[in-house]
């Protein structure tokens, strides 16, 4: 299962407005995405497209998370959310 590894920039985590964008992202996407802090048990990955989820997961500025797809154009979904991730929302 692909998966990519991203460091948070948005300066205040995936709370809010970058919860939000990154939710709308995940669910555009033509596979299921999966997200979880970097080095927690797979079975604790939420699904990415979940604006609560994201804002309960807890992922704060600089944290690294870990993205997960499976099926056709996962690649492609996940490199597409890195983007979403790697740029500071708050800062726009």
Avoid: N, W, Y
Avoid at 28 to 40: H, K, L, N, R, W
Avoid at 47 to 63: E, T, Y
């Amino acid at each position: 299962m692909p998966e990519r590894k991203v460091t948070v920039a948005s300066r205040v985590g995936l709370h809010a407005r970058p919860a939000a964008i990154f939710a709308e992202a995940a669910a555009e996407q033509p596979v299921e995405v999966t997200i979880a802090m970097d080095g927690a048990p797979e079975d604790e990955a939420m699904d990415a497209s979940s604006i609560l989820s994201l804002m309960s997961l807890g992922a704060s500025h600089g944290d690294v998370v870990v993205l997960r797809a499976d099926g056709a154009g996962a690649d492609q979904a996940l490199d597409a959310l890195v983007k979403v991730l790697e740029t500071d929302h708050d800062a726009e």
